[in-house]
Nanobody, 123 residues
Framework: QVQLVESGGTWVQTGGSLRLSCEAS????????MAWSRQAPGKEREFVAG????????RYADSVKGRFTISRDNAKNTMYLEMNSLKPEDTAVYYC????????????????WGQGTQVTVSS
């Protein structure tokens, strides 16, 4: 069983930057793809970014391309989301997800989820 704990969410001004972290534990020796997803009030959860176990493959939602960067440090069992040029529409609860895979599955295929961290962007 994999446990995921997100951190780093807070209020930030429009145009600002923020880094989210997701620490994983309990995964054993399997290789896990990881991803960030978010859910804004009144909206469905949406894919934000994903990264393969090796870190060589990444994928982003069109809405965050060029502004967000996903990365991971397998030695620390931690994944990151660097968010720049934040907009009010980025306001959401951000969730970390993981699943055994060497690629980047669709967000619906992730087995393990964190509790989420709130990001609020406003002027």
């Amino acid at each position: 069983q994999v446990q995921l704990v997100e951190s780093g969410g807070t209020w930030v001004q429009t145009g600002g930057s923020l880094r989210l972290s997701c620490e994983a534990s309990g995964g054993g020796k399997r290789s896990y793809a990881m991803a960030w997803s978010r859910q804004a009030p009144g909206k469905e959860r949406e894919f934000v970014a994903g990264i393969s176990y090796s870190g060589r493959l990444t994928r982003y939602a069109d809405s965050v391309k060029g502004r967000f960067t996903i990365s991971r440090d397998n030695a620390k069992n931690t994944m990151y989301l660097e968010m720049n040029s934040l907009k009010p529409e980025d306001t959401a609860v951000y969730y970390c997800a993981a699943t055994p895979s060497s690629l980047i599955p669709r967000i619906s295929e992730y087995d393990y989820w964190g509790q989420g961290t709130q990001v609020t962007v406003s002027s």
